[in-house]
């Protein structure tokens, strides 16, 4: 830290000097005419919180005290909520004495001050023809529904005295509109002149950011980021001043050169830090709103830096569990725009100051705001008061009615939800119980989360329907996975589903609902016998196939197989003899076609490389005898064997034979004339034709 110069800024203290101070020149006008104006003898500044309203009083204070004609009293009513009249009397006596307004020291009796004050002590300050300014500050605060003992009696003694002196003038400053304060206290401040506090000009606030280059000259601000800063605050001046304190210490604290230059990055740095040194003051500030309106401010935080439209406000309520917008949540917005934390412009909202919109997005996102959800109707939090009681006196019944009464003018009162299914469970009425629970979780997950588990899992040790208890078993999970009941209750299903499904025959049905209890045994067990009926079953189809011809199919049954069940190698010798069974199928197939289209020759080659493969294929010897002379048909061959008028035909038929053995021997050895086995085909092939020569030596004359 660089100790040669001293921060400037001055956040959070009331400012009495001129140092840090500025602006307000309206302000002052507005008390100058007042105090000048004989017909006038009260006056009420109020505005936000934090808004510079104490500091106004303290530099009307320090104005006046240097006119010698006034006398001019601060007094601060926060320190006195808690005290009694006569208390508050005789300290202020004191303060005024003290002024020296009077030469004469004051008779102070606690017991006669009420009537010493009004009849003795003010009328002697009103002869000296001095003006006499009382400043009361947080006036407001006599006017909680606490009742304070200085509320009850000090309002209606006060009142009586306002209007009674002429050179006495009272100020009161307060933190509330007046409209919002109660008729007992309006009834005193009918007909006086109010005078909002308000944000602070941009070129008053542009003099605020640049206070470091006015007294110290310890940093040097550029035009581009007064504006940023002016973006962030808007002139609020308690947060203009923190942020600009807390970019001044962070500079100062890296030992800068002489007169640094801010930049952009050390007001971004600095936002974080701004907010938690100033969340006293935003807690003050949240602290004074009421429910409805601390909801709708959490709701617009989500978009602290842009605008947000009705529509797009009420979808955000409805997402974070409030489904119906009851009449304060619906006024809620135009409150806030009329106590200047919101703006509307374009039919959307937006944060009149966008850093306090970035601290309740940090630290009260509507996710956390659910206890001001049931306070927002009075009516609705005094009946679930009742109901308390009632449950705490075992009256059900009654609690019952009460609870359904809050929640008919707060459909969003998550403890009246609770409160109502705890109820329900404890009368076993499980139904009732799940379906309130289930609305109360739905509309806050984290506050109802164990009270709904605890329901769903009353309600399936209940039921007798194992798919229903399954169903809310599972619902308990997705809430807490690891949930033992729950888990428990989920594999006893799923054995009960896999053995029913086991004894009607449905083994993959079965598998998967034991796969889901991880009971291996069992799951083997299944698996095997999966397997040995899927065996049996392929085993009956490639049969069939194979009597049926059906090669294609049943090549790719076979490879299908071979994938599911790699190491069966009876499958791969089937796979190969389908592969030959299919080669010979079509050879034979396209031998027939050429022998049709009297292609002969392709035909005998076709029908040489059948008998290579097999020899013993189907009527390949007959259909190349054919082919190798066209004019001989073997059916009629055999026709005519039964046929004795055929008998002239026999040496023809014999000499045709002797051809086409040796063109068939011929053809053979041209094919392949080295294989092994050729003379062993040949002779075969020879054998079967001496064998349809010998059939017709019957036919011999």
């Known amino acids: 830290m660089n100790y040669k110069y001293k921060n400037p800024y001055i956040a959070g203290k009331p400012l009495n000097s001129d140092i840090g101070f500025v602006g307000r020149i309206d302000v002052f006008n507005k008390v100058d005419l007042f105090i000048n104006n004989a017909s006038e003898n009260v006056m009420v500044l109020y505005g936000q919180r934090r808004m510079g309203k104490t500091s106004i009083l303290m530099q009307l204070k320090r104005k006046y005290l240097k006119l010698k004609q006034n006398k001019i009293i601060y007094f601060d009513l926060q320190s006195y909520t808690n005290s009694k009249l006569n208390d508050v009397l005789i300290e202020l006596t004191k303060i005024i004495y003290d002024s020296s307004i009077l030469s004469k020291p004051p008779k102070i009796d606690r017991d006669t001050i009420r009537d010493e004050f009004k009849n003795v002590f003010l009328p002697a300050i009103e002869s000296t023809n001095e003006k006499l300014i009382l400043l009361f500050d947080e006036f407001d605060v006599l006017d909680y529904p606490s009742k304070t003992k200085a509320e009850k009696s000090l309002i209606p003694y006060f009142g009586e005295l306002m209007w009674n002196y002429k050179n006495i003038k009272f100020i009161f400053a307060m933190g509330r509109k007046p409209e919002e304060l109660s008729l007992n206290f309006l009834s005193i401040l009918k007909s006086v002149p109010y005078f909002k506090i308000d944000v602070l000009s941009k070129e008053d606030t542009y003099k605020i950011i640049k206070l470091s280059e006015l007294y110290s000259k310890s940093l040097v601000w550029n035009q581009n980021l007064l504006a940023y800063i002016w973006s962030w605050t808007k002139g609020h001046p308690f947060l203009t001043q923190l942020l600009c304190k807390t970019i001044w210490d962070r500079i100062y604290n890296s030992n800068p050169a002489p007169k640094p230059k801010v930049s952009k990055e050390d007001i971004d740095n600095s936002i974080i830090e701004t907010l938690e040194r100033g969340s006293h003051a935003f807690e003050w500030i949240w602290k ?21 439209s009705d529509k797009d406000l009420e979808n955000t309520l409805l997402n974070s569990g409030i489904h119906i917008i009851i009449r304060e949540l ?20 937006s944060f009149v100051v966008p850093l306090l919109g970035k601290w309740i997005s940090n630290t009260k996102p509507l996710s956390l705001v659910k206890a001001e ?288 053995t040796n063109i068939i021997k011929l053809k053979l050895i041209k094919e392949n004339p080295r294989r092994r086995n050729q003379k062993i085909i040949i002779r075969k092939i020879l054998a079967d034709i001496n064998r349809l020569k010998n059939n017709y030596l019957f036919l011999k004359d």
């Not at 935080?301 to 947000?308: A, E, H, L, M, T």
């Open 373 to 660: 959800r049931d306070h927002i109707d009075p009516l609705a939090e005094n009946l679930y008061r009742i109901s308390e009681n009632y449950y705490y006196k075992n009256m059900y019944t009654d609690a019952i009615n009460f609870l359904k009464r809050t929640l008919a003018n707060n459909p969003n009162h998550l403890k009246a939800m609770m409160l109502l299914g705890q109820i329900y469970q404890e009368e076993q009425k499980y139904q009732d119980a799940l379906e309130i629970l289930e609305r109360a979780y739905n509309f806050d997950n984290r506050s109802a989360r164990y009270a709904y588990i605890q329901a769903l899992l009353f309600y399936a040790r209940n039921i007798k329907i194992n798919d229903e208890k399954y169903e809310f078993f599972n619902k308990v999970l997705k809430i807490q996975p690891d949930n033992p009941e729950a888990k428990s209750g989920i594999k006893k299903y799923w054995k009960n589903k896999g053995n029913e499904e086991y004894e009607r025959g449905n083994l993959r049905s079965a598998l998967k609902a034991f796969k889901k209890t991880h009971m291996s045994k069992r799951i083997r067990e299944i698996v095997d016998k999966i397997k040995n009926q899927e065996i049996e079953q392929i085993t009956k189809d490639i049969d069939k196939l194979k009597n049926e011809e059906q090669w294609d199919e049943l090549i790719n049954m076979l490879n299908s197989v071979i994938k599911e069940y790699p190491e069966t190698q009876k499958w791969r010798n089937i796979l190969y003899e389908s592969n030959k069974q299919k080669e010979l199928s079509e050879l034979y197939y396209n031998a027939i076609l050429a022998i049709d289209d009297k292609k002969n020759e392709k035909a005998i080659e076709l029908l040489i490389k059948i008998l290579n493969l097999d020899y013993n294929y189907k009527d390949t010897i007959q259909y190349l005898v054919i082919a190798t002379k066209s004019d001989i048909d073997i059916n009629n061959i055999y026709q005519q064997k039964l046929d004795l008028e055929f008998k002239n035909k026999y040496i023809q038929i014999r000499n045709e034979l002797e051809k086409i």
């Open 288 to 308: 004074g709103l009421p429910p409805a309106e601390k909801v709708i401010l959490s709701a617009v935080s989500k978009n602290y830096n842009s605008n947000i």
């Open 330 to 349: 619906n006024e809620a917005p135009q409150k806030l725009c009329n106590w200047g934390l919101l703006k509307k412009e374009n039919e959307k909202y």
